[in-house]
């Protein structure tokens, strides 16, 4: 585990240094792979975060209506789709496709022996096939939050005043109130910070494999693994600053 955080921080470093040195010739590659991850990813992150919000939002509304408050599940949902599951979901699907998908090609190349000869060239492997995808799981993160964040606030609506009794005035009224500022910072900074991490440990896992095909594999799992907990963990952490700093994001409004 030690020797993972350290190569991972060395990758860090690394990736940081040629971009700042040198901040050109990296950004088409970088909106190429934007492309391909808005591609495969599209479908199963709304899937995730539009499935899961709709599901909540019936069990909440349910709750709500046993006790007289329908009106007030847009200050429930504050809380449910943007500071929960919007980036909880969004993390968790970029991992497990965008994520495992870098691991194997990165793998499959050390194992090819492709990034040797990468190497021998003169060519930095590193800056040429790490940096633009970690970038664009970094960025594409970011943004698939920001839309199901917007899909889960939709999903929640729906279920509210299509299926339920409360109007959309009532709901984005009681939405409105209780959004603050710190709240869509501590979302941007989460979703930032789970690209990051998702991109730097896949990266890692794909870079340092061994043991041929088998080795691929275990470094796949052990990526996905990672970064499912790290989901976690990135989670709680930014939700405890964030209410810590800002103690109005508790009050219901």
């Not at 429930?76 to 090609?105: H, K, N, Q």
């Not at 991109?199 to 890692?204: E, F, K, L, P």
Request: glycine letters at 12%; one cysteine or more.
């Amino acid at each position: 585990m030690a020797i993972d955080v350290g190569q991972s921080g060395q990758l860090l470093a690394q990736l940081t240094t040629t971009a700042v040195r040198q901040p050109h010739g990296y950004w088409g590659s970088t909106r190429d792979e934007m492309y391909a991850m808005l591609r495969f990813c599209w479908l199963p992150c709304s899937l995730a975060v539009g499935g899961f919000t709709f599901l909540i939002a019936n069990y909440a509304y349910d709750l709500l209506s046993l006790l007289g408050g329908q009106s007030r599940i847009g200050t429930y949902f504050v809380m449910a789709s943007l500071r929960e599951i919007s980036p909880f979901c969004t993390g968790m699907a970029v991992a497990g496709v965008m994520g495992t998908a870098m691991t194997a090609d990165l793998g499959a190349r050390r194992i090819r022996e492709e990034l040797d000869a990468l190497k021998v060239l003169g060519v930095d492997a590193t800056r040429m096939l790490v940096l633009p995808r970690v970038l664009a799981i970094t960025i594409m993160t970011v943004a698939f939050t920001i839309i199901g964040s917007a899909l889960g606030i939709i999903m929640a609506m729906i279920s509210a005043t299509v299926l339920g009794t409360t109007s959309a005035g009532g709901y984005f009224g009681s939405f409105l109130a209780s959004l603050t500022a710190p709240e869509l910072v501590g979302v941007l900074i989460k979703s930032t910070l789970t690209g990051l991490f998702i991109g730097i440990v896949c990266a890692q896992k794909g870079l340092t494999v061994r043991g041929g095909s088998e080795g691929v594999g275990r470094a796949v799992n052990e990526a996905v693994v990672l970064c499912f907990a790290a989901v976690w963990v990135i989670n709680f952490v930014v939700n405890a600053t964030m209410l810590g700093l800002n103690p109005d994001m508790l009050a219901n409004r």
